[in-house]
T-cell receptor, first 112, second 116 residues
């Protein structure tokens, strides 16, 4: 396993700008997850894909957030019109059907 | 809805001392339970998991955890802590949906400091 890869590792942006994060899961994993972690908190579930289908979205995922997994491989998470409250670590994880989640190292977003 | 409580925000132990990190969960059925560790600026690494069977589970790095249904607990233990164990530890409960554990709910974490 080469592990879950996330890019960029750190993004600094100004309020109102759009940002996009990419996640490359472990190759044989069909499930992909996005979580958000703010300082002093545990990760919070955002959304989940099985292959290319987005099966669940958290209420935390406002209309400014969109996630895709077009070919059932890599995924992108886009945040439009960023706000300071969006500053967080965005974690991607992948798994097989009944296996544990393997997390990437995260993409840290700082909104100025 | 499931939830996880980690009562201790910060624990400090001396190197070589024993460690127990507490975790209590709330879930309506038999849970999937996990402990993850996170070093500063890094992602989460799985230490151990409980799905079913033996309630005492062994993990990596010498950690173990015991599932106690009557107490809704899944405490993490290590007999002798090493300085490299200093990190943040997260307990998580997974929803059993279609046989998978896709929606993990995490506690707020326990920060472990190890004194030399």
């Amino acid at each position: 396993d080469t592990g879950v890869s996330q890019d960029p590792r750190h993004k600094i942006t100004k309020r109102g700008q759009n940002v996009t994060f990419r996640c490359d899961p472990i190759s044989e994993h069909n499930r992909l997850y996005w979580y958000r972690q703010t300082l002093g908190q545990g990760p919070e579930f955002l959304t989940y894909f099985q292959n290319e289908a987005q099966l669940e979205k958290s209420r935390l995922l406002s209309d400014r957030f969109s996630a895709e997994r077009p070919k059932g491989s890599f995924s992108t998470l886009e945040i439009q019109r960023t706000e300071q409250g969006d500053s967080a670590m965005y974690l991607c994880a992948s798994s097989r059907d009944t296996g544990e989640l393997f997390f990437g190292e995260g993409s840290r977003l700082t909104v100025l | 809805a499931q939830s996880v409580t980690q009562p201790d925000i910060h624990i400090t132990v001396s190197e070589g001392a024993s460690l127990e990190l507490r975790c209590n969960y709330s879930y309506g059925a038999t849970p999937y339970l996990f402990w993850y560790v996170q070093s500063p600026g890094q992602g989460l690494q799985l230490l151990l998991k409980y799905f079913s069977g033996d309630t005492l589970v062994q993990g990596i790095k010498g950690f173990e955890a015991e599932f106690k249904r009557s107490q809704s607990s899944f405490n993490l233990r290590k007999p002798s802590v090493h300085w490299s164990d200093a990190a943040e530890y997260f307990c998580a409960v997974g929803a059993q949906s279609g046989g998978s554990n896709y929606k993990l709910t995490f506690g707020k974490g326990t920060l472990l400091t190890v004194n030399p």
